[in-house]
Nanobody, 124 residues
Framework: QVQLVESGGGSVQRGDSLRLSCEAS????????MGWFRQAPAKEREFVAA??????????ADSVKGRFTINRDNAKNTVTVYLQMNSLKPEDTAVYYC???????????????WGQGTQVTVSS
């Protein structure tokens, strides 16, 4: 059974940091690209960051470049992907979703596997 389980969300102040985690199991996710997307109320789900299967390349949305860092740990049976978020802004407030796919694309509709999401709220 495929599972992507996010954790680490919460409520913070402007300028604070959070680290999101996503544990992926049920497939050989070490060969999958992993990504983070976010969705704010009344907005489309948007690409945040992604990392290749072996972790050699990362991609970021312009809005988070320099503040967020994605990395991954390809353990034997469970892959964990992290999103370190620094210098958080109120506009980063959203539900953050972990996703897995064969290739990296910024189009959310193209990603196959999804987690349930974790809320991040940044107040000013």
């Amino acid at each position: 059974q495929v599972q992507l389980v996010e954790s680490g969300g919460g409520s913070v102040q402007r300028g604070d940091s959070l680290r999101l985690s996503c544990e992926a199991s049920g497939r050989t996710f070490s060969s999958y690209a992993m990504g983070w997307f976010r969705q704010a109320p009344a907005k489309e789900r948007e690409f945040v960051a992604a990392i290749t299967g072996n972790g050699d390349r990362t991609y970021y949305a312009d809005s988070v470049k320099g503040r967020f860092t994605i990395n991954r740990d390809n353990a034997k049976n469970t892959v964990t992907v992290y999103l370190q978020m620094n210098s958080l802004k109120p506009e980063d407030t959203a539900v953050y979703y972990c996703a897995a796919n064969g290739i990296i694309t910024t189009m959310a509709s193209s990603w196959v596997f999804w987690g349930q999401g974790t809320q991040v709220t940044v107040s000013s």
